[in-house]
């Protein structure tokens, strides 16, 4: 089956420390590969995708690399603001499958103190 | 263009009740996904509309249900509320088509409460 598995949270990073999320996956075929971000009191938005092995998808300073040989599709961000503190949740679509039905983590909330 | 709107934003019914929410997709969008997203679970999956039919369906009971009309809003209702389905409920709209790379547009949810 299709099932996407990330790290615990909560984290809690300083401003400009390094971010890494780690997210890895289970899937018939290959899938494509999403990372959403959930601001609070809002709905999620897309931050980046990824549709093929060896893709790195990008937006707004953070990046993920799809690794087939790992089934991993990890977030990292060099330096993390206190504007990124939010959910952040791993998602993937398989191709199997016709239409929009997406498997996600459980989200990992990420805090940044000043 | 405006963005997915979802109604009610806030709801608290009792156990045996039941539930109409609320979804307008983003104008053009004919795919319409709802999820429940509780803080054990993460996002799970209910059902996806397209054109006014049930393209795909998640692992829910069959007290969880759905509907899209012509014009691409969906509603989706839960009859006999039990504590459980306390969650925050999610719409989200795409164009459709090309499902793989689809962009999914998320409301802000509905919170729904069941005492």
Redesign the interface.
């Known amino acids: 089956g299709n099932s996407v598995t990330q790290m615990e949270g909560p984290v809690t990073l300083s401003e400009e420390a390094f971010l890494t999320i780690n997210c890895t996956y289970t899937a018939t075929g290959y899938p ?1 590969l999403f990372w ?1 971000v959930q601001y609070p ?6 931050l980046l ?1 990824a ?1 093929k092995a060896d893709d790195k998808g990008s937006n707004k300073g953070f990046e993920a690399t799809y690794r087939k040989e790992t089934t991993s599709f990890h977030l990292e961000k060099g330096s993390v603001q206190v504007s990124d503190s939010a959910v952040y ?1 791993c ?1 993937l ?1 398989s ?1 199997l ?11 990992t909330s990420l805090t940044v103190i000043p | 263009k405006a963005g997915v709107t979802q109604t009610p934003r806030y709801l608290i019914k009792t156990r045996g009740q039941q539930v109409t929410l609320s979804c307008s997709p983003i104008s053009g969008h004919r795919s319409v996904s709802w999820y429940q997203q509780t803080p054990g679970q993460g996002l799970q999956f209910l059902f996806e509309y397209f054109s006014e039919t049930q393209r795909n369906k998640g692992n829910f009971p069959g007290r969880f249900s759905g509907r899209q009309f012509s014009n691409s809003r969906s509603e989706m209702n839960v009859s006999t509320l039990e504590l459980g389905d306390s969650a925050l409920y999610l719409c989200a709209s795409s164009p459709g088509q090309t499902t793989s790379t689809d962009t999914q547009y998320f409301g802000p949810g509905t919170r729904l409460t069941v005492l």
């Not at chain 1, 009191?41 to 897309?46: I, P, R, W």
């Not at chain 1, 499958?97 to 989200?107: A, I, S």
Request: glycine content about 20%; overall charge neutral; proline content about 4%.
């Open positions: 494509s959403y009191g809002e709905g999620l938005q897309l995708k549709t949740f998602a679509h191709p499958n016709t239409g929009n039905q997406f498997y996600f983590g459980t989200g």
